[in-house]
């Protein structure tokens, strides 16, 4: 039988080859076909996920309470240690240096990753900027929002934090992180559809074990992971009861 898995688009192209190495572990320890499908926008995976395409997906908390309350979709484990925080960033010689000093029409970069949007803007509400006063230019990746921050076009740039410090120390030196969220609860997790249920503990139970296979052990460190934490379901809907707090 062959299945689908994919990842969030937000993930930074350094881990990609990380994805595949992780896909080749467990198609062996699974004994199963797995074809890693990767989706160069959100819209073009969440249209994938409409159609019933994928059926295992690690995916960014926003999307993740859409996969669960929606598709029925269960979180079965989490990167341990990980959380999904986010950072605003200015250009290094900006006079900005606090969020109050930025104007209600701030120039945001940013790119379609809806948690990372949603938080950052939610740190900007100090300085009485909201999304509908943002004026937004939105880039294919976290490396386009740094290159419109060098050169001036916009005020701040939205990032996830790991793949704002994943960026060259050249470009890093060049900008300033103006805010960085501390809210540890949010985070991507793996997820797996209803018509796998009965495949789930064996999944959980790769998963747990992954540490202590030599294989499964370098497929993590190529991910930037030390382990799996497993979920229950109370976990998953915590995390999803804050999504909804943060945007409502």
């Not at 198609?27 to 989706?39: A, D, F, I, S």
């Not at 997790?189 to 052990?217: C, F, I, N, W, Y």
């Not at 229950?232 to 999504?243: A, K, P, V, W």
């Amino acid at each position: 039988m062959r299945h689908v898995m994919s990842v969030s688009p937000d993930i930074g192209p350094d881990q990609l080859a990380g994805w595949f190495i992780f896909n080749t572990w467990m198609q062996r320890q699974w004994g199963r076909t797995v074809h890693l499908e990767l989706y160069s926008s959100f819209q073009a995976q969440r249209d994938a996920i409409r159609r019933d395409e994928i059926n295992l997906i690690y995916a960014n908390p926003f999307d993740a309470a859409m996969l669960v309350r929606e598709k029925g979709f269960t979180a079965l484990a989490a990167p341990l240690g990980k959380s999904d925080e986010v950072v605003i960033a200015v250009n290094a010689d900006s006079p900005i240096q606090r969020v109050e000093d930025l104007p209600i029409h701030c120039r945001v970069a940013l790119t379609d990753a809806p948690d990372v949007n949603t938080i950052s803007s939610i740190m900007l509400e100090p300085a009485n900027i909201s999304p509908q006063t943002q004026q937004r230019t939105v880039a294919d990746t976290y490396v386009v929002v740094a290159k419109l921050l060098l050169q001036e076009k916009v005020d701040v740039g939205f990032f996830l934090a790991d793949a704002y410090d994943n960026l060259s120390r050249i470009v890093r030196s060049r900008l300033r992180v103006l805010l960085r969220s501390q809210i540890h609860d949010i985070r991507h997790v793996l997820l797996a559809e209803p018509g796998l249920e009965t495949q789930h503990e064996r999944l959980k139970e790769m998963l747990s074990g992954m540490h202590a296979d030599a294989k499964g052990k370098d497929a993590l460190q190529n991910l930037g992971f030390t382990d799996w934490e497993m979920l229950q379901q109370e976990d998953t809907e915590f995390m999803i009861d804050l999504m909804d707090t943060l945007v409502n």
